[in-house]
Every structure is written in C-alpha cells, then in structure tokens.
C-alpha cells in the first residue's frame, strides 16, 4: 500500500493534471464552437476530467484531515476558514483583474471568461470537498454503526453521481431532479447530527458560531460568482463545462449550507446551557483528577489539596475546609477561602446550637446545617455542606462547603460530593496500602542483605588437625539470625573453635556477630586460655552491644599433642560429650555467664574453665538452642535428653553421616521444612 | 502472646507474666518493669509461675536491668519459674546475678 504522504502527493499531481487537461479542453471546444469549427476534442473529455479532478480531491482531503477524535473541533472548523479565505482572496484575485479591465475587448472575450469560471470552479470545488470531509468528521464523531451505514450510502451515492456525469444513461437523465432530491434529503437527515455541540465550552461556542457563518459567507459568494459566469458565458456558448448541470457540486452545496445552518442553529441554542455542560465535564474531569491522585501523588496531603479543590470547584462553593482528626494532637485544616479562625467560629455555633451532625465528628450523618448558620452574626455565610471522609469505617475528617447565598446547596450537588469524599477515602486508604507494601519490601530487601552477610561471616572451610574429624551444620530460619562458628589455627598442634549465638534477630544480630568474628580472629591469635579469652572479648563487646543483647560463647582450645580439650562457655548450651569407653554421652555442667551481660571487671568470677583427655572415638557436639528448642506440632521441645540418646545411637558413624542423621531428626521431629530459629551444629570426632 | 500484669501488694510490687515471652512481647515486659522501677518502688517480685517460655530477648530485658537494680538498690526476686525456663536462665548464667526462688513465700522471705 502507498503511504499517505504518498497519497497526498500523488493526488494534488493529479488533480494538477486533470484540472489542466479539462481547462485545455474545455477552452478548446469552446473556441471551436464560437468559431464554427469542428472541435479536436470528444465533448466528453471535460466533464470526465471535471470527475477526475473533484475525485482527486476527494482523496486528498481524505488523507489531509484528521479525525475529529484527535483533534479540536474549532481547529477543523478553523481549516474551514483557512481553505475558504484563501480560496476566496485568489478569486477576488481574477475578479479585481476582470474589474479593472472594465469593458475592453478582452472582458468580453468568451474564451477569457471560461478560464477565470473554470479557475473559480476548480477552487469552489477545493473548497466544497474540503469542507465536506470536515463535516463528515463532525457528523461522525461518537458515531454509531447506523450512523456510519447512512453516511457510507450518502458519500456512494454523491460520488456514484460523478460517474453519471460522465456517462448520460438516457434512462437515468430524467430522473436527474429526483436524484439531486434524494441528495439533499440524505443531508438533511445526517445534519441533524451534531454531538460535537456539547462538548464545545462558551468560549468555543463563540468561535465556532464565526467561523461557520464566514464558511457560509465563502460558499454564498463563489455560488453567487460561478452563477453570474456562467450566465455571461452561456449567451455565447452552450458547449461548456455548465456546472449547473453536476449533480454532484449542487448537491455538495446544498448539503454544506444546511449542516451550517444546522450547526449555527444548534449552538445559538446551546450558548445559554453550556455552563451546565460545562459544569458537567469538570465534574467528570475532577473526579477523575481524585482516583488518579493515588498513583501519581506522593502524599496524602495532596489527595486532601485535590479533594478540596474539586469539591469548590464542582459545586462553586465560595469557601470550604477540610478538617483532618489527629488523635492527641490538633486537628489538621485544609482550607480555601476561609481563615482557621473564621472555622471555629462557625463550628463554635454550631454546637452552640446543639446540632449534632458531621462537624462535631460523632455521628456519620450528613445534614443541612442552613438554618443554624443564618442566625450565625458577622458571618459572610449562608448555606453550609458537611461530609465525613472514611477510611476503613474509620472517619479520618471532614469535608465542609460553603455558600454566601442561603439554600446554596441542591442535591444532586450533595451526591457529587458524596462521592467525592468517598473516592477521596479509597484513594487514601490505597495509598496507605501502598506506601506498607512498600515498607515491607525494603524491610524484606534488608533482610535479605543482612542474611547474606551472615551467611559469608561463616567459614567455608574449617581448619582441622589429622587427630579429628570435623563437620558444621548451619541453618539460617526467615528472620536472620545470629549464629556463628570458627576455627583459628592457633600453632601446629593448636586449634582454637568457637560457637556463638547472637541474643535477637535481623540486622542487629548480623551486626552483632560480624563483631564477634573480628573479636575472635583478633584475640586467637594471641594464644589465650579460654577463660582470658572470653575476658577479654566481653570487655570488648560491652563497648559495643546494646543495653538488652548479649552474646552466647563455647570456646575450645584442642590440642593435638597432649589430646587435651580446654574450654569454657559464656552463657552458652552446654557441650554434649560422648564417651566412646563409657558409651554414654553427658552434658559438661560447667558454669557461665553469657558476654555482655555483666560488662564490668566481676565477669570473670561467673566463668568456669574445664578440660578433658580424648580417645579415639569420643565425640564432642556443639549446637545452639534451635536444636534443643525445636519444636513438633504438639510444642513439645527436641531438648536435651533426645540428643544425648540420638549422639548414643549413632556413634558409630562417621561425622557427616552423625550430622545428615541428626538433620533428618530434626526435621522429622518438628514434622515442617520451615524453622523458628536457627539451627547450627558442629560435631568432633576424635580418631 | 503474652500477658504482663502489675499487682501492688503490701509493700511491694507485684509483676506477673502469663504466656510467652519473645522478641515481639519482650517490649511489654521492658515497660512493666521499667514502670515498677520508676514507681520508685524498692521491692519487686515476677511470678513467672505462669511463663511458657521466654527468648533471649526475654532474657535481655532481665539483664539490662541488672546494673540499674544495684545502683538504685532495688530488690528484685523473681520466683515461680518451671524447670525449662529455669534452665534458660541457668544456661545463660542470669541465675548467677538475678533472685530466683521456688515460691512466692520463699521469694517474699528473701525481700524481707
């Protein structure tokens, strides 16, 4: 398919074309016929190319104009203008010529005056077809299916009446009158549409009314011009293009002069009603400013602004406020036109007045308040308008309107704003709505990031000696946690190994432990007891925990060498031990005290050292208190004795068989993949 | 949930905690004792003889009131505590620095 500027293109050469050819022809035969020649040309020729060119036209206006839905009416109607004032000044252009030629040989020469009626028809013909297609906008803006079949067999018709300019079937030339009839019957009856009317506001109205009747002015002058011409050219000569003989340009101007007589008509009427129109619109338009508040505005002091606006706006309140409830504090007021002041007043008299209604904030009803504000003195007022804005049955203010004149207010003005306030309601509450939603994903986001944290504070790998064997099992529940563990290489045969369980959750617990880490790799390395070292590490974390945290702390040193274990627990779980001799596992008793919890020089008299010989095959557990307080559907805890039995039943194993087995139990035992808490784990086995 | 009552008693306060103390209802137990420490009362007993189970928050709310209890001479004896629970705060070593007793009537003897 061609493009439509192609199209454009393609046409104004053709109609260039066409009309050339017809002035050339049509001269031609008339200079023939005024000469007694035989004419070169077939007859037939000029009001073939005639068809053409009005065709060529046709098209081109088509793909000139836009539609009326995506543009202003008053600017077609202003192309309108535009089209037939230029048309108009070029043919002034040849009338002044003509005029000043006064009665010279020229003036009357017949050939001289079919090329200016020829320029004058092939401009009205401009200027009719480019008119027609605006009125074919207007007729069909807001169109219904019916409307547009009637206009399809309307423009058909018109255009099928070109095809019969060119070819006279003698049958049909008789009914030539019946058919211009039927024309102008079928523009009758689609002039009578014209919803395009009712949105023009006063000030449109005005413009159009002008431009409409210049339009009218144009088509009354080029008939008037063609008219006379033609007149003046058919005492000499019969054999020119007559267009008084086109069906169709008749047709055409009588259809254009009746849709603009309509059209004036019409908005003559309308002028008086179209501050109701008008009013009606804003409506439309304000109601639709409240509900699109909520995705555009940023705060709910916006929505407020808007909802106020509208409201004065909507019912051409004089004055009006809204009063927003700020429980413990003073109430907030939105006000236009009206002081704070000037409020109090006439609430004040209100309930002087007893009357209990919306301003008092008690009752939901809404009530006119009229009467009582007429005896209000020195007040400027005389109708007052109150409804309450709720917010999940909640009501969150007061909108109130006000009028200088008494009975300002009708109902269908009340129903307006009853609506008002209520979208001003969904409007907040959605906004609310919005901004937790948005407050719990960044909270979520945090989390997020928190528990990445956590996750890379733990070790990858953990240093060990050939003497044991060492897993470690760590879980992290929704929530972030605190749960850290370590090994520090403290010499060849030396190994220290951590467990901690920060006391809360979420980003202080991560924090919390990435301060444990940096503690435990500092104070390592100095190769302390475990007793100096939980010393040391609760003077440095009492610098730095909050007054209600605390840290839980088992710290071992195992030395290889002597097969010794020393360590000592700072308020933590205490370690489960499985002697391979005995075949029996127990829970070292020794006293702590959590870090943190005592944050002066006494900590050290609460903490207790201990120390064991290992054999091939004891096991040493550690664990935090997500594996003992786990619990299953009936909130019955894992606790301790069912890990002591579970250490004796599987000692045997390997060490990452002991701890896929105890991760099994543990989910089998509290029946859920989801946790509470979580759960770490580490387990030594001696070789 | 958790349900934290204050109970004035003949020359002494009265704090009772019924459920389950964790991180969200620790600030409920935070408040009480935090009002019975500013009441200016010298003598507060906790019945924990209805407390499930308490979380280390739980505990963080006893602790940080530790230093606090020794500077203004306050007396603070908490009784009642089940075996479970009892063990929590013994794990912790808050036993250590805290009064705990069996009864109220031991509890009330330790006050004085």
């Given amino acids: 398919m061609l493009s439509k500027k192609a199209i454009i293109r393609l046409t104004t050469l053709l109609a260039i074309i066409t009309w050339m050819v017809l002035v050339f022809g049509d001269l031609s035969i008339v200079f023939s016929t005024t000469h007694n020649l035989k004419p070169g040309i077939g007859r037939e020729v000029p009001p073939i190319m005639l068809s053409l060119f009005i065709l060529s036209l046709f098209v081109f206006y088509k793909y000139r104009i836009e539609k009326a839905e995506s543009i202003n009416f008053v600017d077609l109607l202003w192309k309108v203008f535009v089209t037939g004032l230029i048309t108009t000044i070029v043919s002034l252009f040849f009338r002044l010529f003509l005029n000043l030629l006064g009665s010279t040989k020229l003036a009357e020469n017949v050939m001289f005056l079919d090329f200016i009626y020829l320029s004058n028809l092939g401009l009205i013909s401009a200027f009719l077809i480019s008119t027609f297609i605006v009125w074919k906008r207007l007729i069909l803006y807001q169109k219904s299916k019916f409307l547009l079949t009637a206009w399809q067999i309307f423009e058909y018709s018109l255009l099928f009446s070109l095809l019969y300019n060119v070819l006279p079937i003698p049958a049909v030339q008789n009914l030539e009158e019946y058919y211009s009839a039927l024309l102008v019957l079928m523009g009758i009856f689609l002039s009578a549409n014209m919803k395009w009317v009712a949105y023009l506001n006063f000030k449109q109205k005005w413009k159009s009314i002008l431009l409409i009747a210049l339009a009218m002015f144009y088509l009354g002058y080029f008939t008037f011009t063609l008219f006379n011409l033609a007149d003046d050219i058919g005492e000499s000569t019969t054999q020119f293009t007559d267009f008084r003989n086109n069906v169709f340009i008749l047709a055409l101007i009588a259809f254009i002069f009746i849709y603009a007589l309509f059209s004036l008509l019409v908005i003559l009427f309308n002028l008086p009603t179209s501050s109701v129109f008008e009013q009606k619109l804003e409506e439309v338009v304000n109601f639709q400013r409240l509900s699109q508040s909520i995705q555009t505005e940023q705060n709910e002091e916006r929505v407020y602004d808007i909802l106020l606006e509208s409201a004065v706006s909507t019912v051409f309140a004089d004055a009006g ?367 | 949930m958790v349900d934290i009552k204050r109970i004035q008693e003949e020359g002494y306060d009265v704090i009772v905690i019924v459920g389950e103390v964790d991180a969200s209802s620790s600030i409920e137990l935070d408040n009480a004792i935090s009002d019975a420490v500013k009441s200016g009362k010298k003598k507060l007993l906790v019945d924990c003889t209805s407390l499930e189970y308490i979380s280390s928050a739980g505990l963080g709310v006893f602790m940080s009131y530790i230093e606090e209890f020794k500077r203004n001479d306050i007396n603070l004896v908490i009784f009642g505590l089940n075996d479970k629970v009892a063990n929590v705060f013994e794990i912790l070593g808050l036993d250590q620095l805290l009064k705990i007793e069996g009864t109220k009537e031991e509890a009330k003897a330790l006050l004085g």
């Fill in chain 1, 321 to 687: 406020w809204i009063e927003i409830i700020r429980p413990g504090e003073n109430n907030q007021f939105y006000t236009h036109g009206i002081s704070v002041k000037e409020i109090q007043n006439i609430k004040q008299h209100i309930s002087d007045n007893n009357v209990r209604g919306i301003l008092d904030q008690s009752s939901d009803k809404t009530i006119n308040l009229n009467k009582y504000l007429s005896t209000l003195k020195g007040s400027r007022f005389r109708s007052i308008l109150a409804f309450p804005i709720y917010v999940k049955n909640q009501q969150l203010g007061t909108l109130a309107l006000l009028k200088d004149v008494s009975d300002g207010f009708n109902k269908e003005m009340t129903k307006i704003i009853d609506t008002f306030t209520n979208q001003a309601g969904i409007s907040i509450e959605n906004f609310r709505l919005l901004s937790e939603a948005l407050e719990n994903e960044r909270y979520k986001e945090e989390l997020k990031i928190a528990k990445r944290v956590q996750s890379s504070l733990l070790p990858k790998e953990l240093d060990h000696d050939g003497d044991y064997d060492l897993v470690a099992f760590s879980e992290a529940a929704d929530e972030v946690g605190g749960d850290y563990y370590d090994t520090y290489r403290v010499s060849r045969s030396k190994i220290a190994l951590i467990i901690s369980d920060v006391s809360g959750k979420g980003t202080s617990a991560a924090f919390h432990m990435s301060q444990m880490k940096g503690i435990f790799h500092s104070f390592a390395q100095l190769d302390l007891s475990p007793k100096d070292f939980l010393e040391k590490a609760n003077k440095a974390l009492s610098q730095c925990l909050d007054k209600a945290s605390f840290i839980t702390t088992s710290y071992f040193v195992i030395n290889s060498e002597t097969k010794t274990v020393e360590f000592a627990r700072a308020g933590h779980c205490p370690t489960l031990f499985y002697d391979t001799q005995l075949k029996k596992g127990t829970y070292f008793q020794n006293k702590g005290l959590g870090l943190g919890i005592l944050r002066n020089g006494e900590f050290g008299n609460y903490i207790q050292t201990n120390a064991f010989q290992y054999k091939t095959g004891d096991i040493v557990v550690l664990y935090t208190d997500g594996v003992t307080e786990a619990k299953n559907f009936q909130g019955e805890e894992f606790g301790y004795e069912r890990l002591q039995k579970f250490i004796e039943r599987v000692s045997d194993l390997s060490v990452q068989e002991i701890q896929q087995k105890l991760i099994n139990e543990l989910y089998e035992f509290t029946g859920t993949k989801s946790i509470d808490d979580d759960y770490t784990t580490l387990i030594i086995k001696f070789n």
